[in-house]
């Protein structure tokens, strides 16, 4: 059973910065795509950034030119840096890596971590 926990949120200034780190309990290399997502109460879990096995990585709108998503494979560990903050990225971020096999697919997800913008 692989497990993610995700670390790094707090509060932030609007303009700051965070990264956040989502370390997995094996190797990172066997899932088809790690990536990040958030949550605001009330609202789904939207993707933010995603780091598929292969291709390019995938941002959503909001965030693109603010965020960038990393891996570091000898770490097992997936990164967020997040810069240029508004207070409209206040949300829960969790990481999530999934696998596949055949048709079934198996996602992963951590803890979640607070990220809070505000001044």
């Known amino acids: 059973q692989v497990q993610l926990v995700e670390s790094g949120g707090g509060l932030v200034q609007p303009g700051g910065s965070l990264r956040l780190s989502c370390a997995a309990s094996?190797?990172?290399?066997?899932?088809?795509?790690m990536g990040w997502y958030r949550q605001t109460p009330g609202k789904q879990r939207e993707l933010v950034a995603a780091?598929?096995?292969?291709?390019?990585?995938a941002y959503a709108d909001s965030v693109k030119g603010r965020f960038t998503i990393s891996r570091d494979n000898a770490k097992n560990t997936v990164y967020l840096q997040m810069n240029s903050l508004k207070p409209e990225d206040t949300a829960v971020y969790y990481c999530n890596a999934y696998s596949t096999a055949g048709r079934d697919r198996r996602d992963y997800w951590g803890q979640g971590t607070q990220v809070t913008v505000s001044a």
């Open positions: 094996g190797s990172i290399l066997g899932f088809n795509a």
């Open positions: 780091f598929p096995r292969f291709g390019s990585t």
